[in-house]
């Protein structure tokens, strides 16, 4: 490439959105440290903010032990003995006992929305609103935890949640109304007349709750030990949760209500007790969310069921520059490192609470947790400009000298450098889900499946080829364009320089980036392969780096953040780009041990 290419390096990678839940290759935004808790019998499981998930408490079945190679998740969920994780492409995973078959996921089993577990079996909504159980309860003859719970009643449609007790199953329809099977001898399954208007639900052993779009919550079945008895005050409810013989509920200015057996002290809401953000509940124990990310409990604690693994300072993202690296870390600050000649790494006062980041040349961009961006560095051609209209981002990549902005809506903004066309997006493009950009050319996804490229075209980088659909994620390089699709090919086009196309035979990738004369693939088993220009050493990736969980190309060099958290760089290194600061390193070791 030419020396244009050294101010326009790209970075285009980011966390959401990809068909296949990978990394795509513009920035979009990830969630926070913990974003979800679920309680189990005596184990407990967290979601962290790059869709890892955390097990602690009781292990006997196996239940704690999170599966090799989970990733990408979006949802837990608990049961007495097993566990269980929905990921963004809309699959299953359990894990635990098995003894009901509540681990064996049935052959049929579509797409799904949501995820849930009772005792003894596992429920799932799927994205076409029907409802399907496996586990116990597939008869009902009252024996071996078999009370119907997973006979999915004939003809139940328009379904939006369930939640799963002992011996039965609730779901809550898109009419507000809700719908329950299995075991009725206490009345769990027959919700009172005035059950109506709710907008989620909830199943304890033998009792169910609902809460109401007016924040009151009603409770049926069991109340042995009052948890059928809602405190009259309760008015502002925003979450409500059943656990065995007690029932929690989150209100609206952050405070826990809970009510029924306090045996084991897991109705003792801490006094003081502020910023909570979610709640769930465990045979005996209350669990809480907070605002700050960091999950807490109270209740039975004999198996340390109510000691979360805590939070640390680690990476969530990188990108890569030019000639410097990025880090976005956990509490939503930003790192850089490297060449800092047009102080792209020198991250302005203020720029916190980010949820991504990338790197174009010679500066750098984050998007904030509010939507809006920020941009350093190099400002020669307006790249670190940010229109003041601009509002509701969620994604964002760095060209050589311009920057693009994806809005929650679809639609597109750019700025900075122009004399390609670059900035310059199709009439017809309309809304995309995906952006990427190259030394002076621009890529969009669109929701189709199609892609658009548009500016420089000297080297043939926007000629997209014809009848390309099924796309799934996309990256741009110096003078290069580059696809993943939904079968886990590779295509390209456009110049490497030196000529070095797509290995053949690649297949089951999923995730790509490109950097300035480079491309690489990563695979589901954190394998790495690189192709392109190799005088710097950039497409030797260290073996001692792999497994990957996402990588990101720069001007002559890559950056990659390890599974167990820590940065690994390769390739060019004139100017520290690849020298990885030590205090970052540290951060991330002190996450990894934390976090499984």
């Known amino acids: 490439m030419t020396s244009s290419f050294l101010r326009g390096a790209v970075v285009m990678f980011a966390i959401c959105q990809a068909v296949m839940a990978q990394p795509t290759h513009a920035a979009e935004a990830p969630t926070a440290p913990y974003v979800q808790i679920a309680g189990g019998g005596f184990h407990e499981l967290a979601l962290t903010r790059d869709g890892r998930v955390a097990c602690w408490g009781n292990n006997s079945c196996g239940q704690s032990t999170v599966p090799a190679g989970l990733a990408d998740v979006t949802q837990v969920a608990a049961g007495a003995h097993h566990s269980a994780a929905l990921d963004r ?128 919550v009603e409770c049926w079945g069991y109340n042995g030990s009052r948890q059928c008895s809602v405190p009259s005050s309760l008015r502002d409810a925003t979450q409500v949760a059943a656990g065995r013989f ?38 005996h124990q209350t669990l809480i969310l907070k605002n700050d990310g960091t999950v807490g409990g109270w209740g039975a604690n004999l198996i340390q069921e109510c000691n979360a693994p805590p939070t640390a300072e680690g990476v969530s993202q ?26 792209q790494c020198n991250v302005p006062p203020g720029v916190d609470g980010v949820s991504a980041v990338a ?41 050589g000298e311009h920057t693009l902005a994806r809005m929650g809506n679809g639609s597109l903004m750019a700025w900075g450098d122009q004399r390609s066309g670059q900035c310059t997006p199709p009439a017809d493009l309309g809304s995309v889900r995906q952006i990427a950009a190259g030394a002076g050319h621009s890529m969009a996804l669109k929701k189709d499946g199609t ?37 886990g090919t590779v295509a390209s086009w456009g110049d490497y320089n030196p000529k070095s196309g797509v290995p053949s035979g690649m297949r089951d990738a999923s995730q790509i980036t490109a950097g300035g004369f480079q491309a690489a693939a990563l695979f589901d088993d954190g394998r790495v392969e690189c192709w392109g220009r190799t005088a710097e050493g950039q497409c030797d990736a260290p073996k001692s780096a792999q497994p990957i969980r996402q990588v990101a190309g720069g001007g002559y060099h890559f950056v990659a953040r390890n599974q167990d958290g820590t940065i690994r760089c390769w390739g060019d290194n004139r100017l520290g780009q690849c020298s990885v600061p030590s205090s970052l390193q540290r951060a991330a070791m002190a996450a990894s041990a934390v976090q499984p």
Not at 170 to 181: E, P, Q
Not at 321 to 336: E, Q, T, W, Y
């Open 89 to 216: 492409g809309g699959v299953v995973t359990c894990w635990g006992d098995n003894a009901e078959g509540q681990c064996t996921l049935p052959v049929t089993l579509g797409s799904v929305a949501q995820v849930a577990c009772g005792s003894h079996h596992t429920i799932a909504v799927l994205t076409d609103g029907t409802v399907s159980c496996w586990g116990a309860g597939t008869t009902d003859t009252g024996k071996d935890h078999d009370f119907g719970q997973s006979m999915v009643p004939a003809n139940l449609t328009g379904v939006t949640q369930v939640a799963g007790g002992t011996r039965h199953t609730v779901a809550l329809k898109s009419d507000t109304t809700v719908k329950c099977w299995g075991y009725n001898g206490d009345r769990e399954c027959d919700p009172p007349v005035t059950v109506f208007g709710v907008v989620q639900i909830s199943a304890g052993k033998y009792h169910s709750a609902a809460l109401k779009r007016n924040g009151t």
């Open 246 to 283: 007690h029932t929690a509920a989150l209100k609206k200015d952050g405070t826990v209500a809970c009510w029924g057996s306090n045996e084991h002290g897991q109705c003792n809401a801490p006094v003081g007790l502020t910023g909570v953000k979610q709640i769930a509940t465990g045979n």
């Open 318 to 343: 990188v990108a890569a520059g030019g000639f410097h690296s990025m880090a976005l870390l956990n509490d939503g600050k930003v790192l850089c490192w490297g060449s800092n000649n047009e102080g």
């Open 359 to 399: 790197a174009g040349s010679r500066h750098s961009i984050a998007l904030k947790n509010d939507g809006t961006v920020a941009c350093w560095g190099l400002n020669d051609y307006g790249q670190c400009r940010v229109p003041k209209t601009l509002r509701g981002c969620a994604g964002v990549a760095g060209g």
């Open 451 to 487: 892609v658009a490229c548009w500016g420089d075209n000297r080297h043939k980088q926007c000629d997209v080829p014809a009848n390309l659909s099924d796309v799934t994620a996309i990256a741009a390089g110096g003078h290069f364009s580059m696809v993943l699709k939904g079968d």
